[in-house]
């Protein structure tokens, strides 16, 4: 069994910066791609980023590609986010996952056959 923590949430101004950290514990994820899905109030959870088990290839959404940054360090089991140049849309509450087998962005992209999740952190991006 994997759980997946997250941390790094928090409250910025539009045009700042956060930087999200999802822990794993239990057993390694090194074998899994990992990424972030985010949930803003009222509407579905939508994927943000995704990268690949070896950290070889990253997959973005296009409302944040050349905003976010996704890596991963495999020695500390842990996966970050970079959120750089934030607007108001991007307010939600920042899931953290785990799934094995994935080879295409369809994959990462959808929340289907998810391994594990972690429970959420908020961010709010104020005006």
């Known amino acids: 069994q994997v759980q997946l923590v997250e941390s790094g949430g928090g409250l910025v101004q539009a045009g700042g910066s956060l930087r999200l950290s999802c822990a794993a514990s239990?057993?390694?994820?090194?074998?899994?791609?990992m990424g972030w899905f985010r949930q803003a109030p009222g509407k579905e959870r939508e994927f943000v980023a995704a990268?690949?088990?070896?950290?070889?290839?990253?997959y973005y959404a296009d409302s944040v590609k050349g905003r976010f940054t996704i890596s991963r360090d495999n020695a500390k089991n842990t996966v970050f986010l970079q959120m750089n140049s934030l607007k108001p849309e991007d307010t939600a509450v920042y899931y953290c996952?785990?799934?094995?087998?994935?080879?295409?962005?369809?994959?990462?992209?959808?929340?289907?056959?998810?391994?594990?999740w972690g429970q959420g952190t908020l961010v709010t991006v104020s005006s």
């Open positions: 990268i690949s088990s070896a950290g070889s290839r990253t």
């Open positions: 996952y785990a799934k094995v087998g994935c080879l295409a962005y369809v994959c990462y992209a959808s929340a289907y056959a998810v391994d594990y």
């Open positions: 239990g057993r390694t994820v090194n074998n899994y791609g």
